[in-house]
């Protein structure tokens, strides 16, 4: 019989460098090596750094948590959240009833998010019942639904009785604009709450405190029976089974949590972008973010909130990095071109490794 | 000819420093019939496997000793080199096309063609199939095992019986054939059925094909062999003519070992003591594929280790898991005379049993946890401990650290800590973390299958000697399934041993081994069978 008999006792320091390497995996080595190239080319070009580095503080705290949102998916055995568009909408149609209603500055933030959450939630728990029909093929039949689902959505823009001319097409009276400002309803709340400079890097520490809240708030929900219970069923399900766990119940309280997460997570970046794009505009959302956490070490089937920060920050940083210097070096645009080619790379990557992040050896 | 068509000369074949096959020494002459027997484990497969070349035996370094066939040196590498040496296999598992036609399935890449005018440009693969005489080979292959059968019929939907008879036309119809391997062609064979299947293999064998025929059935192999040879444990106990031999003569070779059973001496006294049955088990049936269970009935006794012992495939496995809501299961399950409603491990679990699966890294173990997190989260989930209340239900950190500390110091768990992934531990120290789990839940009742399954013969004993420890001194009733009689009969008190899915009898742990073996081949259904 093949047994592995390894470790009975502590490893030693080459095992430890090796067990690093490995848990550590070679695309997110590539990715911070590439980060580090890219730091350096934008300060020989004498780039303007405090710029670079408030834009990537902000960028951190907008995506967080819509990249958070893939962490219950996850845990619960359905993958990363292809169908975050689902969740994404219901943060938009937050958004837009909240300038609806002609509510500005924190109470029309916090009505957004409150809202967005419900309705995400709502949404999220009816997905599950879909997702457990499917299993084994969440990914696929996640895509192509968050797809699916962003095209019936045109039709609501396009039909949905709104009155607010800040919104509507201003010829013929009826249907959402694409783009919708907010500059003067929830734009920048969060970023400008607290908001200070250091050495010339604008801090904005609304949005970063925010962010910290749901990451706490996620983890601790880590340690809850619940929790656990959500994380065993993914990791898992027969196990799961024979603790007496609901599995199919998991899955769905999982695929809530996401979609609620990633509405509150739409908000929050909306109101630091200043815009809410509409109809084709949530397509490619949910790439980023799944492409944003397998970069922070998770795999499909294992993520914790440290691998969503990690990741969130190698992402944005990088983008927000090779924009000026590509600019610069190569073309106008390239920095679009790469960070399609970085997203969808490293999804490619996480997915042919079939089982863990890479250290099963 | 005249030497011996195969001779296999000390075999020997070693998985990893383990030696499966220890010198084996085999030679059937010309229309011969030799029939191997042996328990699940004895190496009848490997020896097979090594006949007929399979990628596994070179995978795993290949095998030492010399086979020739037909008077020269073979060592066959290749599946395709042993087909063309005219050795024929039929396995245990069907490998046929369901959706294909009896006549296509026995025709199978070796049909005549006819060229046409596509062949002529693109060569021999687009010659047409030649129909008529497909079915015409196909019918005489079917006719020479006494099978009336349209040739044109899709396999699938076929009986069971008759799709093993499909296999053998198949291997028949291969013109070269001079060897045929059958691996317990009657194991899903009806009564009637195995009868025309033997009364073939005799005819085969009058047409001077030899014939290796493996199986467990003792009264078969009596009635059909020339030669009979009884492999246990990887070693060639004996090899006679079926004149010298009788069933419990096989049997006793068979399951063999004279055991020393230390163990259940010191209880017998306190036998009778209790009469009350702790759990007891009505007609209970399970529909687990392999291992189905038909209809058991049988009673558990408070504070004793009982032993569920059978051939493979006999549903010995499936009772625990039935009990256990792993698999639909129907009939009557009472722990300390309360009914358990079925098919809900909650249930199962509330009532005070807990289970080690034989599926150790499938269902025992999250792989990709802690040492930590494996031992408690099975108790947590279905009894709620190690939580604290704070608004919710929070995992109570230090408790299940504490508890873990204990268990590992307990069943001397050999890992760098309760942090450690399950998945780095070795396989014996894995199931320890398995037992540990099952005792976090302080069953009453406790489940083990194929407790040392996967695990190396030092830690076998060690696992084994955890169990009679936890039921002498905790007093936790065992229900331990395994293959391994010799490991049952070490350690229980009683062994029910289950017959295709039924209870054949229970046997006391040093009744002799012809009893086991007649009992694991069941002679007594056989008989009942008969008498009806």
């Known amino acids: ?361 | 000819m005249t030497g011996p068509r195969l001779e296999m000369k000390n075999i020997t074949k070693e998985y990893f420093g383990n030696k499966v096959l220890k010198g084996i020494n085999i030679s059937v002459q010309p229309g011969e019939v030799h029939a191997i027997v042996g328990e699940n484990g004895a190496g009848k497969s490997t020896l097979m496997n090594i006949l007929f070349g399979m990628p596994v035996i070179h995978n795993t370094g290949g095998y030492k000793g010399k086979i020739t066939f037909n008077g020269s040196s073979a060592p066959i590498s290749s599946p395709e080199e042993a087909m063309e040496m005219g050795i024929g296999m039929v396995h245990q598992e069907f490998m046929l096309l369901p959706g294909f036609t009896i006549m296509e399935n026995i025709k199978l890449n070796r049909e005549p063609t006819l060229p046409n005018i596509w062949s002529s440009i693109f060569g021999e693969k687009m010659r047409t199939l030649d129909i008529p005489r497909m079915r015409r080979d196909a019918k005489a292959a079917l006719e020479r095992l006494d099978l009336n059968i349209d040739e044109m019929l899709q396999v699938a939907g076929l009986p069971v019986g008759f799709m093993q008879f499909v296999e053998i036309a198949r291997e028949l119809d291969k013109t070269s054939l001079q060897l045929l391997v059958l691996d317990e062609p009657t194991a899903v064979l009806t009564e009637n059925d195995a009868e025309t299947l033997l009364k073939s293999v005799r005819r085969m064998a009058n047409e001077g094909i030899s014939v290796l025929f493996i199986t467990h059935r003792l009264d078969e192999v009596l009635s059909v062999a020339d030669r009979i040879t009884v492999l246990r444990d990887g070693e060639q106990v004996a090899t006679m003519n079926p004149s010298e031999a009788t069933v419990e003569k096989l049997a006793e070779l068979m399951v063999g070992r004279k055991i020393k059973s230390i163990l259940h001496k010191d209880r017998e006294a306190d036998s009778d003591r209790n009469t009350q049955p702790l759990l007891s088990i009505k007609n209970l049936h399970v529909q687990m594929p392999g291992e189905e269970v038909n209809g058991v009935d049988l009673e558990v006794m408070p504070g004793e280790i009982l032993g569920l012992g059978g051939l493979a495939g006999h549903g010995k496995i499936g009772v625990a898991n039935g009990i256990m809501g792993f698999y639909p299961a129907s009939g009557e399950i009472t722990v300390k005379g309360k009914q358990i409603p079925l098919n809900s491990s909650i249930a199962s679990l509330n009532s005070g049993m807990a289970f080690v699966s034989e599926d150790r890294r499938g269902v025992g173990l999250l792989l990709e946890e802690s040492v930590e997190m494996n031992i408690i989260v099975q108790a947590m989930q279905s009894q709620g401990k190690f939580l604290k209340r704070r608004i919710i239900e929070m995992m109570d950190a230090k408790t299940a650290r504490k508890h873990t500390d204990r268990m590992i110091k307990d069943l001397d768990i050999r890992c760098t800590g309760p942090e450690q992934l399950t998945r780095r531990l070795s396989g014996g120290n894995q199931q320890k973390v398995c037992i540990a789990k099952a005792l976090t839940l302080e069953p009453n009742i406790l489940f083990v299958s194929e407790p040392t399954r996967g695990i190396d013969v030092g830690a076998k004993r060690l696992i084994l000697d955890l169990l009679v420890e936890l039921n002498r001194k905790s007093g936790v009733t065992i229900v331990m399934t395994s293959s391994e009689l010799s490991e049952l009969r070490s350690i229980c008190d009683r062994i029910a041993i289950i017959y295709k899915g039924r209870l054949e009898g229970i046997l006391s742990p040093d009744e002799s081994n012809a009893k086991y073996g007649l009992m694991m081949a069941g002679a007594l259904a056989h008989k009942r069978k008969a008498a009806s």
């Open chain 1, 1 to 361: 019989m093949p047994e592995e008999c390894l470790i009975s006792q502590k490893p030693t320091l080459k095992e430890r460098i090796l067990d690093f390497y490995r848990d550590f995996g070679v695309a997110r080595l590539i990715i911070f090596a590439f980060l580090i190239f890219l730091l350096a080319s934008a300060f020989a070009l004498k780039l303007p750094m405090e710029q670079i580095l408030s834009s990537v503080l902000t960028r951190f705290g907008m995506n967080g948590i819509l990249v958070l949102a893939m962490i219950p998916s996850i845990q619960s055995g359905t993958g990363p959240n292809f169908a975050l568009p689902l969740g994404i909408t219901c943060g938009i149609v937050a958004i837009t009833l909240s300038i609806e209603l002609n509510m500005a500055g924190f109470s029309g933030f916090f009505f957004s998010v409150g809202v967005a959450a419900l309705l995400g939630a709502a949404t999220g728990f009816l997905y599950g019942f879909l997702l457990n029909r499917v299993k084994g093929q969440e990914l696929t039949v996640g895509t192509y639904f968050g797809f699916s689902i962003v095209s019936l959505m045109c039709i609501f823009w396009f039909l949905a009785p709104y009155k607010s001319p800040e919104m509507i097409w201003p010829y013929g009276g009826s249907g959402l604009r694409v783009t919708i400002a907010l500059q003067d309803r929830i734009g920048k709340v969060l970023d400008n709450f607290l908001a200070f400079d250091f050495f010339g890097v604008t801090v904005p520490t609304g949005l970063l405190l925010f962010f910290a809240l749901f990451c706490t708030g996620l983890w601790l929900f880590s340690r809850t029976r619940t929790g656990i219970a959500l994380s065993t069923v993914g990791t898992n399900p027969k196990f799961a089974e024979s603790s007496g766990l609901n599995v199919n119940r998991y899955r769905i309280i999982g695929s809530t949590i996401s979609q609620a997460l990633g509405a509150v997570g739409i908000v929050v970046y909306a109101q630091s972008f200043g815009f809410i794009q509409l109809y084709m505009a949530p397509l490619f959302m949910a790439f980023f973010a799944v492409a944003s956490i397998l970069i922070g070490g998770a795999s499909l089937k294992k993520s914790t909130v440290t691998h969503a920060v990690i990741g969130t920050f190698l992402f944005q940083s990088i983008l927000v990095v090779s924009m000026p210097v590509a600019n610069i070096v190569v073309a106008d645009n390239i920095a679009d071109v790469i960070r399609i080619i970085i997203s969808n790379g490293i999804i490619l990557y996480a997915l042919t490794r079939k089982e863990t992040g890479g250290d099963l050896s």
